[in-house]
């Protein structure tokens, strides 16, 4: 095994074929949880179930995703993240056919939910897989990359299930069916090309300043992990800024769809497509807010993420402010999704400063747990106002656009927490 500086050619492209192929297989994650918006109008037409229902279904997969956030980062800091994303895509696969064959809430609700198991196979040991191959003052730009790939990921998923409505005129359930595959491809190839770590490659292992020591890192249980981060203010305060952050993000990818795929949406058929630029924004405002921290604030995170979920918040209530239909909708919309997903990889970066290289994948499931735990109690909320609407002058009245005030008032919870981080 050969000692390796950063400068070292063989290293450095052993490092970019590695993440490369961590990015390629979560580019396709998405299409097996973020469709289900796309779902929702012929799930309510085809089995009669009411949005607040619909939004505790979309709550089981939450939930579910955010218990295997703990157990399965941890593992991955064990087994490592290659093993772990790909068994995640083949089981994600699976139980996305198993939810199409759903026949109400139960069945619904059982099978989305144990989606959100295989799906928690993806991001944390990925992370973890990540951070062994680059330094403390390049991991914001490595996670931002990483974190591109999820937001391009989410376009995919709204492209996929857009093309399965409107261009094969198939029908709800095959939004299940057929964008999965791309997951399948996705788990290979990260199978074939990428390792755990430098040393997996032939290379040294790198270390940080805040990192264990070798033997204390090898010897450590997964309960005393649990028990280093539980005990950890800074990243539990994270935990509860990115728990609203993400109650944006998914309070957008679910709802939005809905709300461009309303009563009129035949009278417009371009419209729905406009939602497109929701998950745009998402994966270029992804990159951004790694590389500012990295670039211009000495790696320092948290003023990062306040910044770009004030103006998450700014955008939101202007997307509720705009008349349907407005020209502005779509940049607008576009900026909505690019701050508001943009703060993920500044978030991702500082679960290993904060715990260290070797208990990373530990310290992002412990941070996705309160992600999507809160976020999972933003959809039944949000669900449950847009299908009463108890902000409308004629009762009875549904309006999906309640979501952009909704998110709008976590953004401002969002940033106010984050002001509080210190690395």
């Known amino acids: 095994m050969s000692a390796t500086p950063q400068s070292d050619l063989a290293f450095l492209r052993a490092r970019r074929w590695s993440l490369g192929a ?16 796309f779902a929702i109008p012929g799930i309510q037409a085809e089995l009669g179930i009411d949005k607040q229902t619909l939004g505790w279904i979309s709550a089981a997969m939450l939930w579910a995703y955010a218990a295997g956030q703990m157990i399965n980062g941890n593992l991955g800091d064990r087994f490592g993240g290659r093993r772990m994303m790909c068994l995640g895509a083949v089981a994600s696969f699976v139980l996305n056919w198993v939810t199409s064959f759903g026949v109400g809430f139960k069945s619904l609700a059982a099978a989305w ?13 990925g992370s973890r897989l990540v951070s062994n191959w ?9 996670f931002g990359m990483y974190v591109l790939a999820a937001g391009l990921s989410s376009v995919l998923s709204f492209i996929t299930s857009l093309v399965v409505l409107d261009v094969l005129h198939l029908d709800w359930r095959w939004i299940f069916r057929l964008p999965v595959i791309l997951m399948l491809l996705g788990g290979l190839v990260v199978w074939l090309i990428a390792r755990d770590r430098p040393s997996a490659a032939g290379f040294a292992d790198l270390r940080d300043e805040n990192e264990p020591q070798a033997a204390t890192a090898t010897t450590e249980t997964m309960w005393s992990r649990y ?23 998914y309070g957008l990818l679910i709802w939005v769809p809905v709300y461009f795929l309303g009563k009129d949406f035949k009278d417009d058929p371009l419209g729905k497509w406009i939602s497109i630029a929701l998950p745009v924004g998402m994966a270029l405002g992804a990159v951004t807010s790694g590389w ?12 990062v993420i306040a910044s770009f979920m004030i103006l998450a918040a700014v955008a939101a209530m202007g997307m509720y402010l705009l008349p349907a239909g407005h020209r502005l909708g779509l940049p607008v919309l576009f900026l909505a999704g690019f701050f508001a997903y943009g703060p993920q990889s500044a978030f991702w970066a500082l679960a290993p400063d904060l715990l260290g290289r070797e208990r990373a994948g530990t310290a992002v499931g412990v941070m996705n747990f309160f ?4 976020a999972g109690l933003g959809e039944p909320l949000i669900g449950w106002m847009i299908q009463h609407n108890p902000f409308a002058s004629t009762p009875g009245v549904e309006s999906a656009a309640l979501v ?14 984050a002001l509080l981080i210190r690395r």
């Not at 961590?22 to 289900?36: A, D, E, I, K």
């Not at 939910?113 to 040991?125: F, K, R, T, V, Y």
């Open 404 to 417: 952009f005030p909704l998110v709008s008032a976590a953004a401002v919870c969002s940033a106010a927490l």
């Open 227 to 249: 028990g280093i981060a539980l005990k950890n203010g800074r990243l539990l305060l994270a935990g509860l800024a990115i728990g609203f952050q993400n109650t944006v993000r």
């Open 371 to 374: 992600a999507y735990a809160m």
């Open 292 to 303: 500012i921290s990295d670039r211009f604030c000495g790696s320092r995170r948290s003023g």
């Open 134 to 142: 680059f330094g403390a003052h390049e991991r914001g730009r490595a």
């Open 22 to 37: 961590v990015m390629f297989c979560y580019l396709f994650y998405y299409t097996g949880r973020q469709t289900f918006g």
């Open 113 to 125: 939910g144990a989606n959100g198991l295989a799906q928690s196979m993806g991001w944390a040991p």
